[in-house]
T-cell receptor, first 112, second 111 residues
Framework: SQTIHQWPATLVQPVGSPLSLECTVE??????LYWYRQAAGRGLQLLFY??????ISSEVPQNLSASRPQDRQFILSSKKLLLSDSGFYLC???????????FGSGTRLTVV | GQQLNQSPQSMFIQEGEDVSMNCTSS?????WLWYKQDPGEGPVLLIA?????ELTSNGRLTAQFGITRKDSFLNISASIPSDVGIYFC???????????FGEGTQLTVNP
């Protein structure tokens, strides 16, 4: 079966520290992958998406970057975190031909 | 870019009441989806709609794909405390295009 793993579940990081969030998908190949951020429990802001290895599209210029080193691995990074980077980060994937996205369980990031 | 207007932003209801929320867009969508997000979790797909006029049920949930293809609604009947969460609509303009999400409806159910 197809599953998506996202970790860590929660993270508290000081301002200026680096960040690495990882997302992996199992049971499928060549999925479209997405990183979203959700602030204050409301809307979903698309940060990055990828249609293949090494292919990253950025939606919003910001302090973050994404990479896809393997077909089913998507990484969200930052060199120096800002207070405004706090939020709930969600990874999602879509199989070719399937309309909906499947979301991971999210990472709650608090920058202090 | 494409935007979806989802309303209401929040709802506070009593257990047992029915709930209705909707989404509208300025452009035509080929697919409408409804998600629910429990507190601290990722959104989970509730219902997917693929044809204009389609009415689909999932237990106490019913969703419809508007005839104009520019709107969709979700109804929840006889609400219960576990219905609490954020409900998102999402639309797809063409097959394979990225989903556009509404801003969400925060539902609170008082026992």
């Amino acid at each position: 079966s197809q599953t998506i793993h996202q970790w860590p579940a929660t993270l508290v990081q000081p301002v200026g520290s680096p960040l690495s969030l990882e997302c992996t998908v199992e049971g499928t190949s060549n999925p479209n992958l997405y990183w979203y951020r959700q602030a204050a429990g409301r809307g979903l802001q698309l940060l990055f998406y990828s249609v293949g290895i090494g292919q990253i599209s950025s939606e919003v210029p910001q302090n973050l970057s994404a990479s896809r080193p393997q077909d089913r691995q998507f990484i969200l990074s930052s060199k120096k975190l800002l207070l405004s980077d706090s939020g709930f980060y969600l990874c999602a994937w879509r199989d070719t031909g399937y309309y909906g996205y499947t979301f991971g369980s999210g990472t709650r990031l608090t920058v202090v | 870019g494409q935007q979806l207007n989802q309303s209401p932003q929040s709802m506070f209801i009593q257990e047992g009441e029915d709930v209705s929320m909707n989404c509208t867009s300025s452009s035509i969508f080929n697919t409408w989806l409804w998600y629910k997000q429990d507190p601290g979790e990722g959104p989970v797909l509730l219902i997917a709609l693929y044809k204009a006029g389609e009415l689909t049920s999932n237990g106490r949930l019913t969703a419809q794909f508007g005839i104009t293809r520019k709107d969709s609604f979700l109804n929840i009947s006889a609400s219960i405390p576990s219905d609490v969460g954020i409900y998102f609509c999402a639309g797809e303009e063409t097959s394979g295009s990225r989903l556009t999400f509404g801003e969400g409806t925060q539902l609170t159910v008082n026992p």
